[in-house]
Antibody
Framework: QVQLVESGGGVVQPGRSLRLSCAASGFTFSNYGMHWVRQAPGKGLEWLAVIWYDGSHTYSADSVKGRFTISRDNFKNILFLQLNSLRADDTAVYYC??????????????WGQGTLVAVSS | DIQMTQSPSTLSASVGDRVTITCRASQSISRWLAWYQQKPGKAPKLLIYKASSLESGVPSRFSGSGSGTEFTLTISSLQPDDFATYCCQQYDGHPWTFGQGTKVEI
């Protein structure tokens, strides 16, 4: 069955960096676009970034553009999100999610359980 | 960015009730709308896409309708497992945006 398992979250000071990982299994990872979505405490979902099946194209939300970078390793079936210059308002649970297609249709049919990033001094 | 507004924010209901949740988009999104269910501490689950297409494995008591700027999610007969938060999401264009969620509680 499809499984997405995030890791790499934790408590980090403002201005520091973190790299999140999402290990995929149970499907052909290299056939799907992949996304990162976050949810701040008590808030709604916020889409962050997408990467095409082959890694050739990425798109990011303006709120994280220039600070967060999405990437993937199709040999190891892992999705990444590099978080730089972290701020207090980046505190959230970060989810990886699979797109229904190869590119960025924008429908998320499987999600991981999330990893918590807490930015605090 | 396209703003998605859901109503109500919270809905009190009982098992067996018919429940309707509304989602409005700030501009027309045709039928590019999905609905998700989320339980506390869990990942969202896709219920409906393209406004009214039921995701595989989702019970038929869930249905969606609408187009343009106004959409509804209906649960025909609420079951104990359905007490959760529901959110809509537009995928007409980047950036994809979500509604703030509707909590269905007893």
């Amino acid at each position: 069955q499809v499984q997405l398992v995030e890791s790499g979250g934790g408590v980090v000071q403002p201005g520091r960096s973190l790299r999140l990982s999402c290990a995929a299994s149970g499907f052909t990872f290299s056939n799907y676009g992949m996304h990162w979505v976050r949810q701040a405490p008590g808030k709604g979902l916020e889409w962050l970034a997408v990467i095409w099946y082959d890694g050739s194209h990425t798109y990011s939300a303006d709120s994280v553009k220039g600070r967060f970078t999405i990437s993937r390793d199709n040999f190891k079936n892992i999705l990444f999100l590099q978080l730089n210059s972290l701020r207090a308002d980046d505190t959230a649970v970060y989810y990886c999610a699979r797109d229904v297609g190869k590119y960025d249709q924008g429908v998320f049919d499987f999600w991981g359980q999330g990893t918590l990033v807490a930015v605090s001094s | 960015d396209i703003q998605m507004t859901q109503s109500p924010s919270t809905l009190s209901a009982s098992v067996g009730d018919r429940v309707t949740i509304t989602c409005r988009a700030s501009q027309s999104i045709s039928r590019w709308l999905a609905w998700y269910q989320q339980k506390p501490g869990k990942a969202p689950k896709l219920l409906i896409y393209k406004a009214s297409s039921l995701e595989s494995g989702v019970p038929s008591r869930f249905s969606g309708s609408g187009s343009g700027t106004e959409f509804t999610l209906t649960i025909s007969s609420l079951q104990p497992d359905d007490f959760a938060t529901y959110c809509c999401q537009q995928y007409d264009g980047h950036p994809w945006t979500f509604g703030q969620g509707t909590k269905v509680e007893i």
